[in-house]
């Protein structure tokens, strides 16, 4: 599946269809037969939003909800979780819909794509493409106000550094 457009929100419920297999399985293993039903397994909710990810979790004590920005994730790739898809990674951790299987496959290319792009996008490395879009619009700015000046016939007044108040003057007394 491709990725969501930029600006779209939108949201996954994930539950691993495994949690209540391994928690019954250790509950009876270690004589905590309660571990079925307590905590229980575990839902995640994510959102991703244009800015940022919201991954929230609840069992049946607990709900946590984090705000993750694109640029803070850290890297997220496809996992095999005990041979079966997951995704995640990084600050995000692993999450694994249902049975991790084939049909799960295109949920989690879509969810991947889709963070990889934004982070791309939002982090490092899309802060050092808009500065350098900005410089190119500043440069085509000055050429043009050159332009201007010359046709006008203005002079151009020296240049004074930022450091120096106004007023004052650079040559010494």
């Known amino acids: 599946?491709?990725?969501?457009?930029?600006?779209?929100?939108?949201?996954?419920?994930?539950v691993s269809s495994w949690e209540p297999i391994v928690l019954c399985l250790a509950g009876a293993s270690f004589g905590f037969p309660c571990l079925m039903c307590f905590p229980g397994p575990t839902t995640?909710?994510?959102?991703?939003?244009?800015?940022?990810?919201?991954?929230?979790?609840?069992?049946?004590?607990?709900t946590a909800k984090r705000r993750l920005p694109y640029g803070e994730l850290g890297g997220v790739d496809k996992v095999q979780n005990c041979g079966c898809d997951a995704f995640g990674g990084g600050s995000l951790g692993v999450l694994q819909p249902g049975w991790g299987g084939a049909e799960e496959a295109p949920l989690i290319s879509e969810i991947l794509a889709t963070l990889k792009r934004r982070q791309q996008s939002r982090g490092d490395q899309g802060q050092i493409q808009r500065a350098e879009e900005a410089n190119v619009r500043m440069q085509r700015l000055e050429s043009k106000l050159d332009a201007i000046i010359k046709?006008?016939?203005?002079?151009?007044?020296p240049f004074v550094p930022a450091s120096v108040p106004i007023g004052h003057s650079t040559k010494g007394s």
């Open 151 to 157: 046709h006008m016939g203005v002079s151009v007044p």
């Open 44 to 62: 995640h909710e994510l959102t991703l939003a244009p800015e940022e990810v919201i991954l929230t979790s609840s069992n049946t004590c607990t």
């Open 1 to 14: 599946m491709a990725a969501l457009p930029d600006q779209e929100t939108k949201t996954y419920h994930i």
